[in-house]
């Protein structure tokens, strides 16, 4: 595969791509394991978390990584994360630990990724793709229900309809076109 430069903003969807396309040949492999749509995993780590394995969410709730996994989910999930908290929802005070964590570490990818796994572009995205396929299977084989639950704990009433859903098949549909294998 070409190496792509990221030469675009993150908040572009162009951007969006660069950053995820670093981690293709991995998130092919964990599309493939887990029976999940071409770029559908691709798609939720360009809207989730932009495609950069250290980010953290925005507005401080806890969520973090290429997935944004709040911690309780993360740990649900299998995966080892830094500090005690259990949360599945807004974790104020998970966010603050994580921003001075990442800070203390320089954002050093070697470093938090073993620290905490949801910065581990191999270890969470492996989490995203079963966690992904079991929403899946649980809300009647439907990858839009799969991606509302996700991002919202159930599905929506009409998950194609929302925000949420129709930028991920946007960037479902914009990465396929561009993926160069």
Known sequence: KNIIPITSPDWTTKGKFERTYRWDVILDEREEKHGIEKGLLKALAMREG??????LNSSG???AGMY??????AKYCGLNIYGNSNRMGIARSHGRELKKLTHEHKNNYEQLAKIDERFDVYKSSDAAGKFLKQLYNK???SWDKALSAYNRGTPAKNPGSTAHVKFIREY???YNKRDKN
């Open 172 to 174: 479902q549909t914009y």
């Open 50 to 55: 932009n495609g950069d394995p250290l980010r």
């Open 61 to 63: 709730d806890g969520g």
């Open 68 to 73: 944004q996994f709040q911690p309780g989910t």
């Open 139 to 141: 809300n009647d084989y």
